[in-house]
């Protein structure tokens, strides 16, 4: 908030290993950070529809209002070899729970007590590899209803541009592109948060050689380096604890108008 941040995205689970919940993280955030908006991405393939309702009608009641419909697949590798998926709905039939919330009613119909006022987005990719299936999904999803939506790390905006137009995307729906070349082409101050210092320089050298950026307008803020430029790669690690240790974040430079990525 100190840096006039409007959201914070709250992404799914990437492991399978023991973590906090993104629905329990996202009403934290909402609760401690009253002026910053904290997307929920929600995502179907671990929670049967039962278990959606009730996670996002109690996000509801602390604030929540943005949620990133995902489908996902289960982290199948690492401690939990097992893990498997259920997938009652799809990120369509989510979007479409979602606006029976919003109007009042519960996936079977059954009234609620009060209507719920969500904000509902979904991804879109111009990186897929099925460019027609992402069309089709995309258009799926804007009948089912969809406010706004999201894209991954962008490499290149013609591409999106191409997508959108195919996918016959209105002018009235929002579109929140996040990623290398909306860096590039935005000119303004960036700030980029990465899980490690290995992914912050896995930034940096994807930024100078996929856009046209130069090595002096790109800085790495970690615990090795603590350059701020025009567009910074922190290194911000979660506090974590494994035994006897713990790890903490390394913090992010405070005076910059961050946007982040």
Not at 11 to 21: G, H, K, N, Y
Not at 60 to 71: D, I, N
Not at 141 to 159: C, N, Q, S
């Amino acid at each position: 908030e100190e840096a006039n941040c409007d959201a914070v995205l709250i992404a799914a689970p990437s492991s399978a290993r023991a973590q906090v919940s993104p629905t329990s993280l996202a009403v934290l955030v909402q609760q401690r950070l009253q002026r910053t908006e904290a997307m929920l991405t929600v995502a179907t393939w671990e929670k049967s529809v039962m278990s959606l309702q009730a996670d996002l009608l109690g996000a509801h009641a602390f604030g929540v209002r943005h949620v990133v419909c995902r489908t996902g697949t289960p982290p199948l590798l690492g401690d939990y070899p097992n893990t498997g998926g259920i997938w009652d709905v799809d990120s369509t039939g989510l979007i479409e729970l979602l606006q029976g919330l919003n109007r009042g009613h519960d996936r079977h119909g059954i009234p609620l007590a009060n209507p719920t006022s969500f904000i509902i987005g979904a991804r879109i990719n111009p990186s897929a590899d099925d460019l027609p299936r992402e069309i089709a999904d995309a258009q799926r999803k804007l009948e089912a209803g969809v406010h706004f939506l999201i894209t991954p790390p962008v490499y290149d905006l013609e591409a999106l541009d191409w997508l959108l137009d195919a996918a016959r995307v209105p002018d009235a729906i929002p579109v929140f592109s996040g990623g290398m070349a909306a860096i590039a082409a935005l000119q303004t101050a960036t700030l980029i948060l990465c899980p490690s210092t290995v992914a912050a320089r896995q930034w940096i050298h994807e930024l100078l050689d996929k856009t046209t950026l130069t090595e002096d307008q790109i800085g790495e803020y970690s615990g090795l380096e603590k350059q701020v430029r025009p567009v910074t790669i922190s290194a911000c690690r979660p506090i974590s604890r494994a035994g006897a240790t713990t790890s903490r974040s390394v913090p992010a430079p405070k005076t910059m108008r961050a946007a982040v990525a």
